[in-house]
């Protein structure tokens, strides 16, 4: 008596995760549609605002300065209040930043509207991959992340289509005009349907059942009465993860930022062919967000990541072999791009795997930094390794030892397990 009743739906029906999944994915979509637009819309904008690449730049370090600062705080938000009042809370800010920079006509109003929309985003992937490790149970985490990342190419490539007829038939401004509105349209739709928790409506995290209850997880590292951000800083497994985190990061942004710099420059390929290898990896992380992370739901997050680690660094190396061996530069650009895609979701599981899931916002925010240091770090150091050298041997060799450090670092985790699959001996044989 006095226990909620919890309901079952039968083999056919369809799990409610499977709708909040749905209502994620689109959040997923038109947010880095929005994001990574910018570099189609871009050349349209310096007609306009008359000013460089190195100030076009700044607007995009305006939004990134504000999504890492704040990204840290919206795990928080979403662990004390939930997702469904911080995601529609920051898709207000979404969608209205878009629609200003719209309206922007110089550099300052542009900067400090692309900032807005930065402040946006920054819960448009913590609370939003939060959510989804809350609704789906630790054997199926990978299938759901698998399918929300891809979200991320997609948004990219059906943007990066219909701008050029956006801009063709009504000008750049509309390019911001329709995803503002999209944006703004997805706060009603996450204040009305989405659920922060299984536990919201009664359910269990779907494929889990019985088997381990809807909160019962004595394999983390801390007790949920602990002073949450001590007990998180206090984890070996956190800091483990996160300086893995930054040597990815490094490495994945090096070979990325430069990578066509580096065929057309270097290798000397024309701009058109060296600019292929950008559509090559986008459609390369579709592929590998779309099978990878269900392989992770078998083998365990820890050997995904140590072999996704492994693999970037060895196709840095294919990339810096080929030479201007068209084939097998393509094959080590669409194997670099298949593990890229897997990385930040696959990272971002961590924190379901080796910490309560009370917490998971808090800590994937915590980590944040993490990435945002490497990113930035990864920019200067191998721009000036490049700069010093005049080659981009050195920067690319760097890019390989930091993810071999990152693949290394990995074996430290510990795992705690009682009576469920522990992260890393899932469905073991």
Request: glycine fraction near 10%.
């Amino acid at each position: 008596m006095g226990q909620p009743k919890k309901i079952r739906f039968r083999a056919r029906s369809i799990h409610p995760a499977w709708f909040i999944l749905a209502i994620c994915f689109v959040n997923i979509f038109i947010n880095y549609g929005i994001r990574l637009g910018y570099s189609v819309v871009l050349p349209e904008m310096l007609k306009s605002f008359h000013i460089g690449r190195r100030q076009a730049g700044d607007i995009f370090n305006a939004y990134l300065f504000a999504y890492f600062i704040i990204s840290p705080f919206t795990g928080h938000l979403t662990d004390r209040f939930g997702a469904r009042r911080v995601i529609p809370f920051f898709g207000i800010l979404l969608g209205s930043g878009t629609l200003l920079m719209g309206t922007s006509n110089s550099l300052l109003s542009a900067s400090l509207s692309f900032a807005l929309v930065g402040a946006g985003a920054s819960a448009m992937w913590i609370p939003v991959l939060t959510v989804i490790q809350r609704w789906f149970s630790e054997t199926r985490r990978g299938l759901a992340l698998g399918i929300l990342s891809s979200g991320t190419g997609l948004g990219f490539a059906v943007m990066g289509s219909l701008h050029p007829l956006i801009i063709e038939a009504w000008g750049w401004r509309f390019s911001w005009y329709l995803p503002g509105m999209a944006a703004l349209c997805m706060v009603a739709v996450n204040a009305l349907m989405l659920r922060s928790s299984p536990e919201d409506s009664g359910l269990h995290p779907w494929s889990e059942g019985d088997r381990c209850g809807a909160r019962g997880s004595a394999r983390h590292e801390y007790s949920r009465g602990s002073g949450k951000y001590t007990s998180i800083l206090k984890s070996g497994n956190f800091w483990t993860v996160g300086l893995s985190y930054f040597f990815i990061t490094i490495a994945l942004y090096t070979i990325t930022t430069f990578m066509v710099d580096y065929a057309h420059n270097s290798l000397h390929l024309s701009f058109a062919r060296a600019s292929l290898l950008a559509p090559i990896h986008g459609f390369a992380q579709i592929a590998g967000v779309l099978s990878i992370p269900i392989l992770s739901d078998f083998i365990g997050r820890k050997r995904t990541l140590m072999l996704s680690n492994t693999a970037i660094g060895i196709s840095a190396l294919g990339i810096l072999f080929s030479r201007s061996h068209w084939p097998s530069l393509c094959v080590s650009v669409g194997v670099l791009g298949i593990f890229y895609g897997i990385t930040w979701p696959m990272y971002g599981a961590c924190a379901g795997d080796y910490f309560e899931r009370e917490h998971i916002g808090s800590v994937i925010g915590a980590w944040t930094p993490f990435y945002g240091i490497g990113a930035v770090s990864a920019h200067r150091i191998a721009g000036h390794l490049r700069d010093l050298t005049g080659s981009f041997t050195v920067p690319f060799v760097f890019a390989v030892i930091t993810a071999l450090a990152a693949s290394t670092l990995l074996l430290l985790l510990r795992t705690q397990s009682t009576g469920c699959n522990p992260p890393d001996a899932i469905r073991r044989i």
